[in-house]
């Protein structure tokens, strides 16, 4: 598997999202430039998270129409994984290839763990797990309050494309375990080609021991068997 | 083609959470100002443009607030006022 790391300036994840697949999945990660216009054969491409252009405007407003996102729709088109995280989750909302969008948060910046319930597992990002597993992992956003339109949200539900939940310990979505308000607790999606997935939390720093968590690992292992299917 | 200096207004959508509108409100309430409703607090943006007369200039503006400068999911826009340079 071969797997496209987009930089944009001011991206600062693109480092940890390498460290996920070169070193933990031991499998091969190209870093793209955004002014780039070739995904250099990647099977996947992760749009990792940062402060591309600054979040001037809006987080991810700029960042979509750097030229390279012009190839990432075209593979996304294709049918080829795109995975978004954090900020990668803004721009690809933001390019239209995920529904909804990602607002300020309810409080103000958070950086901490979270725990977020896988809901569907039929996704190239997903299959390994299991309905209702918890993982923990941490978010470290300001703009990160997922929302659309009522409609848009209820045919989110019916199609199974509400990927991920905030929850609390015992997997349960309370006002308490959503960190940042987003509408009906959801932290992840995916477009209705299911070849699409974006997500607040950071799966990329869920990894490994010494960071505390290694819950991201079969998100990526799911990347892996679907690359290898 | 004239020069125009356009002004437009890039506002929350009523009926979603505005959390910078709440807190604006809630000082202005700690203040005295009980006759304060709702605050929302959006964006103003000045573009210099260039257009042949001052309803290309807005047309244009509007373009580029679809396109670029609102999301059309979460924000709503209004051109606040065109002017020749």
């Not at chain 1, 390498?18 to 995904?39: N, P, R, T």
């Not at chain 1, 995280?85 to 390019?95: L, S």
């Not at chain 1, 941490?138 to 659309?148: K, L, N, S, T």
């Amino acid at each position: 598997m071969k797997v496209g790391i987009v930089t944009f300036p001011g991206s600062n994840c693109e480092g940890d999202a390498f460290h996920a697949v070169v070193d933990q999945l031991g499998e091969q990660a190209v870093m793209l430039w955004h002014k780039d216009h070739d995904l250099q054969g990647s099977d996947v491409v992760i749009l990792p998270g940062g402060f591309a252009y600054g979040d001037y405007l809006r987080a991810g407003a700029i960042a979509r129409f750097s030229p390279i996102m012009k190839e990432v729709a075209a593979h996304a088109a294709k049918g080829g994984v795109v995975l978004g995280i954090c900020n990668g989750f803004q721009i690809a909302c933001e390019a239209g290839l995920l529904p909804g969008a990602l607002l300020r948060n309810d409080v103000g910046y958070r950086s901490m763990p979270v725990t977020i319930r896988v809901e569907h597992t039929n996704t190239t990002f997903t299959s390994v797990a299991k309905v209702g597993q918890c993982l923990t992992m941490p978010i470290a956003h300001g703009e990160g309050r997922y929302a659309a339109s009522d409609d848009v949200l209820d045919q989110l539900e019916s199609d199974g494309q509400v990927l991920f939940r905030y929850v609390n310990a015992a997997g349960e979505t309370t006002v308490d375990a959503n960190p940042n308000g987003a509408m009906r607790n959801i932290a992840g999606v995916c477009n209705a080609a299911r070849n699409v997935i974006g997500l607040m939390p950071h799966p990329e720093r869920a990894v490994d021991l010494l960071l505390g968590s290694i819950d991201g690992l079969v998100l990526f292992e799911s990347l892996l068997v679907a690359a290898h299917a | 083609m004239t020069r125009f200096r356009v002004s437009v207004h890039i506002i929350p959508r009523r009926g979603l959470l505005d959390p910078q509108g709440k807190a604006v409100t809630d000082a202005l309430h700690t203040l005295g100002f009980a006759a304060v409703g709702e605050v929302h607090v959006g964006r103003h943006l000045v573009i210099e443009t260039g257009a042949k007369d001052a309803a290309a200039a807005e047309a244009s503006v509007r373009t580029m607030c679809e396109r670029l400068l609102a999301n059309p999911v979460t924000e709503d826009f209004e051109i606040a006022g065109v002017v020749k340079e």
